[in-house]
Every structure is written in C-alpha cells, then in structure tokens.
C-alpha cells in the first residue's frame, strides 16, 4: 500500500509538472501595438506581441476583406488609430472568437496578395507578426519609367553586353580572322533622359541610427532624398526616380532591383549612420568593394546597413557572393570592372563637392561590402551625409537650409561626370555632339567594334584617333560617336 500511495504521489508530481510546462508553452499573447505603413505597390501591418502566437490568414469575397486569426491572443492597443489613408485598408475590426482567441478583420478598396510572417526578438522589437498586403501589377515607385525610354534603356544595354561579348572574341582571334564590320554613318540620338535613382535608407519599422535627440535616420534621409530627386528633375536632360518616397520599408535587393526596373543610370542610396562613439563627424562616399572593406570603420558601417533586412523581416543570406545569375564569366567581369570604375570616379567628383559644404570624414572613396551597391551593371553609390550619432551634426542635418546644401552638393558631381561621359543614347550626347565642330567623318560605334579596328579601317593612326575624342585609353562604348580626323 505504502509503494502504491508513492507511486501515486510521484504520477501526481509529474502531472502537475506537465501540465505546468504546458501552461508555459501556449502563454497567452496580446497586441501591444500595431503599426502600419504604405507604399506604392504594398502595405505592411505589423502586430506588436507580447509571446509567440499561432496565426491564420485568408480572404474573403463580397465584400474583400482579409480575416486574421490569433490563437489565445488579446487586443491590447486600438486599432482605430492606424492610419489607414493611402492603403488597401478602409476600417479595422475585432473580435474575440472561441473564447481566448482575437479576430482582426481589415475592410479592403482594391485587389490584394496577402502574405505573411512572424518574427522573433531583435534589438529593437520583441515577438512580431508582419502581413504585408501586395497589390498586383502596381509598380513600387510612383512614377515608373515611360515604356519608351525603356525600350532605348534595354536596347543599350544589350548593345553594351554584345560589345563586351565583342572585345572578348577580337583578344582571342588574330585580327585577319575578324569578320569586317560595315561601316555605318552616325545616326540621331534618342536624346533620353539620364535617369537617377536616388535611394533614401531605412524605412517604416526600420528607423535606422537615431540620434542623442531621437532624430530618426530614416526621416533625415527621405527629406534629403526629395530634395536631390528635386535638383535632378529641374535638371534638362535628367529625370529621378525614387525608390522610396514615404515612411515605408523596401529591402536592400529589392531596391537595387527597382533601379534597374526603371532602367537607372545610375543608382545613389543616402544614409546618415552612427557609430559607437558621438565623436566621429563628417561626410563619407562608398562604392561597392569586391574583396572587403578599405577600413575598419567602412566594414563595420556595412555590416550595419547589410542587417537592417533582418530587422525589416526578410530572411535570407547577405553575403555579396549572391550574385546575378544571369551574367556569367568574363562577361560578368567586364561589366562590373567598368561598373566599378564609374562608381569610383562619380564618387569621387561627388566627394569633393561634399568637401565644399561639410566636414568629410574620409579624404576619399571608402569601399565596403554594402549590399545595396552589388548591381552589376549600374553604377551606385552610397553617401553617408553625416554621423547622426554627433550632437552637432545631428541638429545640421534637420536643418531644411544643410539638406538643400547636401543634396545640391551630391546632384553637382553626379552632373558633372555625366556632363564629361554621357550615356550614348542621352540628351547630354547630343547636345555634346552637336557643339562639336567636326574635323573629318563621323562614326557611331558598333557592336564588335575596337579602337584599333576602326583606326586601321579609316586609315588613321589610334593615337590620333584617341586625340581626337579626348580619349585616355581604348575603351569604348556602343552608340558613342568619333570624329574621324582627316588624314
């Protein structure tokens, strides 16, 4: 009797135990806040929860609505307060369900894909579900490219590509074996728009560094970012497109992927980070480095800026050795040296019109691993206009009047290299090409072609023809145009 009435006890001890580890593993949650922010072609609401919790998300018809099911959860902010202009969403309601359950129900004005994921405690957010709201074939900018200039965009493009497939072929076939090229007379340009795309970081849930006095990274930039697409857009012969123009979060490969949707000429992402220290003061230009950072400081920045996809939810490596599958080999190779190597001048030029307005903090072009910047075929930029971090430069950079100064500072380099190297296809060619006084023919360059070929073909030596185009070395571009000097 006396075993039994101790097996009984310790079968109760367990019991009791279980039961407690139980109670422990389905905690009840509640909704400490809600959060929701707009964009384009998405919205993105996001549930503040005190535990983890199991969700369920569906649709349904007449009227579109979209059910959100919390298991064992509670209401604990007011979902009244959203605001829901610019969204899908036209009202919020709640309920409970199965008694401990809360059922958020969101009214909706327009066709939606809903998706959906939780997330788990970051160093700035505890447990999170996130439902984002995709509206279909709606483009992520506010005004995307005219369908013309993209047709002249990708027409360049894989001229550009075939031209690189060329100097490839004429370094491995003796000269003799080269097919002849027909010569053709230049023709008139397009005389497109140079297209920016101005890039302001950060973004909705992820506010970015934030400042001794609360100033928000991702405000700073956006005001910065509007008013460089501003200076461009009052620019003849220029057009931005900005990738982000509101209070909401875009990831990093899908904000390279915007600018080259919108067929950009370039590509510039604006930050104002933080260090560990509130010393450090200054601006800084970054271009995309291929094997590792140029200092210490510069690792550590993109290490920053590489994580800020963690903390807006997407799931995924971020190492640089994800690269475009669609170029390969040496094509890949000559595309991001020459990619590279425009990024570096215009940062250059863009450094030191910063130098005129503000302290730099480094004397020239850092390199780093930011993921932003691994385009292959755009050359990009990213400027960290100050360390929001320094008391002094926190309260310049919420002046409107170092703004206007910033943004005028970074559009004057970027105008004048395209000023000196404009895209064949742009205004900014024609408009060189016609000031011009020709001292011979004209030839627009072709796929295939090299600088030797077409000197040997006009009977002209290279050296003169490189004299006469003001060009440093052999590299060409498909739809440039060369005078051709009398011999």
């Keep these: 009797m006396e075993m039994k009435g101790i097996a009984a006890g310790v079968y109760r001890l367990l019991a009791a135990g279980f039961f407690a580890l139980a109670a422990v593993d389905v905690q009840a949650s509640s909704v400490e806040s809600m959060r929701l922010w707009a964009a384009p072609d998405h919205a993105r609401l996001v549930f503040d929860l005190s535990a983890a919790t199991n969700a369920n998300v569906f649709s349904l018809e007449n009227p579109a609505r979209l059910v959100i099911d919390l298991d064992d959860t509670q209401m604990d902010t007011d979902p009244s307060t959203l605001p ?31 998706r959906h994921f939780t997330l788990t405690p970051n160093d700035q957010y505890g447990h999170r579900l996130v439902v984002d709201l995709e509206y279909p074939g709606e483009s992520a900018v506010e005004n995307p490219i005219d369908p013309i200039e993209a047709m002249i965009r990708d027409q360049e493009i894989q001229a550009q590509r075939a031209s690189a497939q060329g100097l490839l072929s004429d370094s491995v076939a003796p000269p003799s074996e080269a097919a002849p090229t027909e010569v053709q007379a230049a023709k008139p340009h397009p005389r497109r728009d140079i297209i920016i795309a101005v890039d302001a970081g950060h973004g909705g849930e992820d506010p970015g560094a934030i400042g001794p006095s609360g100033t928000r990274e991702k405000d700073v930039v956006l005001e910065i970012a509007r008013r460089l697409a501003a200076e461009v857009n009052g620019t003849e012969g220029f057009k931005a497109v900005l990738v982000r123009d509101g209070d909401y979060y875009i990831g990093l490969r899908q904000r390279t992927a915007l600018a080259r949707e919108q067929k950009a000429d370039f590509f510039v992402s604006i930050h104002a980070d933080a260090f560990t220290s509130p010393r450090p003061q200054g601006s800084s230009v970054y271009a995309l480095s291929q094997r590792g950072a140029t200092s210490e400081t510069a690792q550590w920045l993109a290490d920053s800026e590489n994580r800020s996809d963690l903390i807006g939810g997407v799931d995924g490596s971020l190492s640089l050795r994800d690269k475009d599958q669609v170029l390969r080999g040496v094509l890949l190779d000559l595309t991001m040296t020459a990619t590279l190597n425009d990024s570096l001048s215009i940062g250059g030029q863009v450094l030191e019109q910063l130098g005129r307005i503000n302290r730099l903090h480094k004397s020239r072009v850092e390199q780093a691993g930011f993921m932003v910047l691994k385009s292959p075929d755009i050359p990009s930029l990213l400027i960290e206009v100050g360390f929001i971090s ?75 023809l490189r004299q006469a185009n003001d060009l440093n070395g052999d590299v060409i571009r498909v739809g440039q145009v060369l005078q051709i000097p009398r011999s």
């Design 84 to 114: 829901l202009h610019d969204s899908a969403i036209t009202s919020v309601r709640t309920g409970v369900r199965e008694g401990g359950d809360l059922r958020v129900v969101l009214e909706l004005n327009r066709e939606i894909e809903p």
């Design 390 to 464: 320094n008391p002094d430069e926190e309260r310049r950079l919420r002046d409107p009047v170092h703004q206007s100064g910033l943004s005028q500072a970074i559009f004057s380099g970027l105008r004048e290299h395209f000023e000196r190297f404009p895209p064949p296809a742009s205004l900014l060619a024609w408009q060189r090409d016609n000031q011009r006084r020709p001292s011979g023919n004209e030839y627009r360059i072709q796929s295939g072609d090299t600088l030797s070929a077409i000197a040997v073909r006009h009977g002209v030596p290279v050296n003169q």
